[in-house]
C-alpha cells in the first residue's frame, strides 16, 4: 500500500469548452495533481453535438463539450498523454470517447499501449441510478464488451471499466447496498467479458471500481475493506480468479450530496472526514470535492485546497506509513463483517433474480435505493439525523451567492468551432466510415475498429451515435 505508493490523486475537472478545462487541468497538474480527471457534460455524455436540439442551454455546463477528436486534442494541449493516467466519466458513449483519446495519442506520436487510464463505461448503474443511457442494455452491453475486447487485444495499460457504486450512493443507497449493488454489477460484466472471449484473469486485473466516501468515518472505511475482501472471495468461489484478478483497485470521490449551500466552509471538514476514510480503507485514487460546490463549478481556490486537504493526509498525517492501520480494532473488524454479510446476501437476492441485468429489469435496484433514500430523507427532516448548519447549529445568513458564466457564449462558440470542423474535414469518407459502422451495428461483427475508424475521419460524437440509434433504438425507463 502507501509504504510503498501514494495513491493518485485526480481531482475531477472539466468545464465549458476544451480551452477552458485544458488550463484547469495545468492549474491542478502544476500544483501536484498526479492523474486527470474528465468531466463531460451532458450531450456528450448522451451522444448529441454541441448544435443538436437537445443540446440547447445544456453545452459545457456540468463538464466539457467535446464534438470531434480536435475538441479533445485540444483538452490535453500540452499535457504528453503517456506521461499522464487519465479518468474518463463516460458511459453510453464511452467508445467512442476511447476511440478519440486512443486517436489522440495517435496524433500526439504515442501508441494505445503507451496510454494509461481508466474509461468509465458502466452502464448498468446508468440504469439504476444516474440517468446517461441512450441505447437498450443488450446493445449497450455489446458496447461494453468491445470495449473491454479492445483493450485486451491492443494490450492496453487501460482499465475498461470502472464499476460504479459512487453514483447508487449518491442516489440514496446505503452502506452496504453500495458495496452489495456495485459488485453484482462487476458480476455481471466479468460473465459478459467471458462470453466474449475475455477470461477473468485477464479482465480481472484491468478492472477497477469507483465508490463514495460518506461522513461516518468507521462506516465508511470499513465498508471499502468488506468490499475488497468480498470481492476476492466472489472470484475465488465462482471463477476461480488467482490473486491479481481478485485485488479490487478502487477510486473514491467524497460525497457530492453531503455537500451543503449553508455555512459552505464546513464542507471542508466533511471533505477532510471523507477522505481520511477513503485513505483509512486502501483507496488506489482519491478525488476531493470543493467546499463551494453545492452553489457552483468549484472555483480555482476550492479545488487547490480540495487537492492540498489530499496532500497534507499524504504527507503530514503519518497515514501512510502503516498498512490498514485500522486492522484488528474490534469495532472495525465487527462493522467490516457486518457490511460484508448485509452485502453478500444483496448479491444472493440479486442472483436470485437472474442477475444485474435482469434485476435492473424488473426495478428491483431502483425500488431498495428509493426506499432508503425515503428513510435518509425522513430522518434529516425529523431532526434524527443531524446535518450541522442545516437543521442543527443554523445560523440566519443566507447561501452566498456564486457568479455564473455566460453559457450562451460559450455554447456559440462551441457551436461555430463544430460548423468549421464539418467544414473541413472530408464528408466523403465520414460517410463511407459511418455506413461500414452502422452495416456492423446491426450484424454482429466488431465495431471498435470502425469507431475508430469513423473518429479518425472526424466523425463526432452525434454523428456516431445517431448510427448506432439508429441500428439499436433508444432505450425509455
Known amino acids: 500500500m502507501y509504504t510503498s505508493r501514494l495513491w493518485t490523486m485526480r481531482q475531477y475537472a472539466g468545464f465549458g469548452t476544451a480551452e477552458e478545462t485544458n488550463v484547469r487541468f495545468r492549474h491542478l497538474l502544476a500544483r501536484g495533481q498526479t492523474g486527470l480527471s474528465t468531466a463531460f457534460d451532458l450531450p456528450t455524455q448522451m451522444g448529441y453535438d454541441s448544435d443538436h436540439v437537445m443540446a440547447t442551454g445544456e453545452v459545457g455546463r456540468v463538464g466539457v463539450a467535446i464534438d470531434t477528436v480536435d475538441d479533445l486534442k485540444l483538452l490535453f494541449r500540452d499535457i504528453p498523454l503517456d506521461q499522464v493516467s487519465t479518468s474518463m466519466t463516460i458511459n453510453a458513449t464511452a467508445a467512442v470517447l476511447l476511440a478519440m483519446y486512443v486517436v489522440a495519442g495517435e496524433e500526439q506520436g504515442v501508441a494505445p499501449t503507451a496510454l494509461a487510464g481508466t474509461v468509465q463505461n458502466d452502464v448498468l448503474k446508468e440504469y439504476i441510478a444516474r440517468g446517461t443511457y441512450i441505447y437498450p442494455a443488450r446493445p449497450s452491453l455489446r458496447l461494453v464488451a468491445e470495449v473491454f475486447r479492445y483493450v485486451a487485444d491492443e494490450g492496453m495499460n487501460f482499465n475498461p471499466i470502472s464499476i460504479s457504486g459512487y453514483h447508487m450512493r449518491e442516489a440514496g443507497a446505503t452502506a452496504a ?60 468461489e465462482r471463477h476461480g480468479a488467482d490473486d491479481n484478478a481478485c485485488r479490487l483497485r478502487f477510486h473514491t470521490q467524497t460525497g457530492g450530496v453531503t455537500l451543503q449551500a449553508r455555512q459552505p466552509l464546513n464542507n471542508v471538514v466533511r471533505v477532510t472526514v471523507q477522505a ?35 496532500q497534507v493526509l499524504a504527507y503530514e498525517s503519518g497515514m501512510a506509513d502503516a498498512v490498514d492501520p485500522l486492522a484488528g480494532s474490534v469495532y472495525v473488524e465487527s462493522l467490516t463483517d457486518r457490511l460484508e454479510a448485509e452485502a453478500r446476501a444483496l448479491v444472493e437476492q440479486v442472483d436470485a433474480l437472474g442477475g444485474s441485468a435482469a434485476a435492473i429489469e424488473r426495478g428491483f435496484f431502483q425500488e431498495a435505493i428509493a426506499d432508503s433514500a425515503w428513510q435518509q430523507q425522513q430522518a434529516v427532516e425529523s431532526g434524527e439525523q443531524v446535518v450541522v448548519g442545516v437543521n442543527k447549529f443554523v445560523d440566519e445568513a443566507p447561501p452566498p451567492v456564486m457568479p455564473m458564466p455566460d453559457y450562451s457564449a460559450l455554447e456559440q462558440r462551441q457551436r461555430e468551432r463544430l460548423a468549421q470542423a464539418r467544414a473541413s474535414r472530408d464528408n466523403a469518407a465520414v460517410q463511407v466510415a459511418l455506413r461500414e459502422l452502422g452495416e456492423a451495428a446491426a450484424g454482429d461483427a466488431p465495431l471498435m475498429p470502425l469507431i475508430l475508424d469513423a473518429v479518425r475521419a472526424r466523425a463526432t460524437v452525434g454523428e456516431i451515435s445517431d448510427v448506432l440509434r439508429q441500428a439499436w433504438g433508444t432505450y425509455s425507463a
Open 177 to 236: 447496498q453500495e458495496i452489495g449493488f456495485t459488485l453484482s454489477n462487476g458480476l455481471e460484466y466479468v460473465r459478459l467479458a467471458e462470453t466474449a472471449g475475455v477470461p477473468v484473469n485477464v479482465l480481472g486485473p484491468r478492472l477497477s471500481f469507483f465508490f463514495a466516501s460518506h461522513n461516518n468515518l468507521f462506516e465508511e472505511a470499513a465498508k471499502f475493506r468488506a468490499a475488497r475482501r468480498l470481492w476476492a472471495r466472489l472470484l475465488r
Open 276 to 310: 481520511l476514510a477513503a485513505v483509512l480503507g486502501g483507496t488506489q485514487s482519491l478525488h476531493t470535492n470543493g467546499y463551494d460546490e453545492a452553489l457552483a463549478l468549484p472555483s480555482s481556490e476550492s479545488a487547490t485546497l480540495a487537492l492540498r486537504t489530499q
